[in-house]
């Protein structure tokens, strides 16, 4: 049994099914209660019958203007549904406009990438020749350049061969021309070296010889000034004066025999005892003049 409870004008109302169920539940009285309640249930009924007709029709009144009420609602949330919907479908309009420009930027994009592609391709594939052509340029090069490298170092270890041979040979010339100009270098100092012992000695003997003269000279005059020169003395100065020179010449012939010999020690010693000998005899014959012009 179902029980709707409906507010109509602020009040409550039953159904007419619960009213009919209350009056079935009063029929269900005792036969004396039916006669004298036939008369109040037609006039119930009566009654009844024109409160459900106003009550149906009012409740139908308001039930048709809530249900406008919501149809206009429901008019007006589909408008506004249409309206976003609308607002959405231009939207999307725009947006797959833009879409099939930016479908239509990027197949032309990818057409020129699929030609530079195919283009980058092709200068690829050429470069990749051209590199293969230049490596097996390169690899022939090595090859002949170790080839070239080795005929170098078999060339460079020859000449390294020869030039060490020619540095020899230029070595071993050098130092014999080293010395043949170190003995041509001694000769010629020898040479000298004779050359100025002659003339030392010469002129060690020029020197005496003057020394002597003049000193003979010296003597001769004070004699002669002294009135006491003899024959005897005269002679003997002479004859001391020309031993000396000859002695003075034979020392010069032996230093050349000796320079001759290859005795140049012995013939400094010689030459130096012979300067020493000039000295002293060029020292003593002052003191002899001295002695003789006291005389």
């Known amino acids: 049994m179902e029980h709707v409870v409906e507010q109509i004008g602020g009040t409550v109302m039953e159904s007419p099914e619960i009213l009919s169920s209350q009056v079935s539940s009063g029929l269900a009285k005792p036969k004396a209660d039916k006669r004298s309640s036939e008369e109040d249930l037609k006039e119930f009924a009566f009654t009844f019958s024109d409160f459900l007709h106003d009550s149906v029709v009012s409740f139908i009144e308001v039930l048709g203007w809530e249900v406008e009420e919501v149809r206009e609602e429901q008019l007006r949330a589909k408008d ?75 060339e460079l270890a020859s000449w390294t061969t020869k030039l060490t041979e020619c540095e020899t040979a230029r070595a071993e010339a050098a130092e014999l021309t080293f010395e043949q100009l170190k003995e041509e270098t001694t000769d010629n100092l020898r040479l000298q070296v004779e050359k100025f012992l002659r003339g ?21 005059m004070g004699f002669k000034t002294s ?69």
């Open 200 to 220: 030392f000695v010469m002129w060690k003997v020029q020197t005496l010889k003057w020394m002597k003269l003049d000193s003979l000279e010296r003597q001769l």
């Open 80 to 154: 506004v549904e249409c309206e976003v919907l609308r607002l959405n479908l231009a939207k999307e309009k725009k947006l797959r406009a833009e879409e099939e420009l930016r479908t239509k930027v990027l197949r032309r994009e990818i057409a020129t990438m699929k030609t530079e592609r195919m283009e980058l391709q092709g200068r690829i594939g050429a470069q990749t020749e051209a590199q293969n052509k230049e490596m097996q340029r390169a690899n022939e090069l090595m090859a002949s350049l170790a080839e070239e490298t080795k005929k170098h170092e078999a």
């Open 227 to 295: 009135g006491t020169v003899g024959q005897h003395h005269l002679v003997r100065l002479v004859n001391s004066f020309s031993s000396e020179l000859e002695e003075a010449r034979e020392n010069l012939e032996i230093l050349d025999v000796l320079h001759r010999l290859g005795a140049d020690g012995i013939s400094e010693d010689v030459v130096t005892v012979m300067s020493n000998g000039f000295a002293s005899e060029s020292n003593s014959s002052r003191p002899v003049e001295l002695s003789r012009n006291s005389e």
